[in-house]
């Protein structure tokens, strides 16, 4: 009965490490960070960053305060 147990535990545990992991990536802002955002709108905001390999892109920050929506918009386009 024992030896069932080691088998069938290390069998578990084998399974586990072969399964693929989901990891989800937070979107970042290269420009202002969500603290700065959550200062200047008052509360905790949601993200949405849009970033090319060039920085160019938009970021918004968006609060929800009732039936209004406070956003903080930033686009950057990169001159050559």
């Known amino acids: 009965m024992l030896n069932a147990m080691r088998i069938s535990s290390k ?30 709108l008052g509360g905790a905001v949601a993200l949405t960053a849009n970033v090319n390999d060039q920085g ?13 929506v406070l956003e903080l918009r930033i686009s950057v386009n990169v001159m050559e």
């Open 11 to 40: 069998f578990v545990l084998m399974l586990a490490l072969l399964m693929p992991a989901e990891c989800y990536a937070q979107a970042r802002c290269p420009w202002i960070n969500e603290a700065t955002v959550r200062g200047v």
């Open 56 to 68: 160019s892109g938009v970021c918004r920050f968006s609060l929800q305060q009732g039936a209004a």
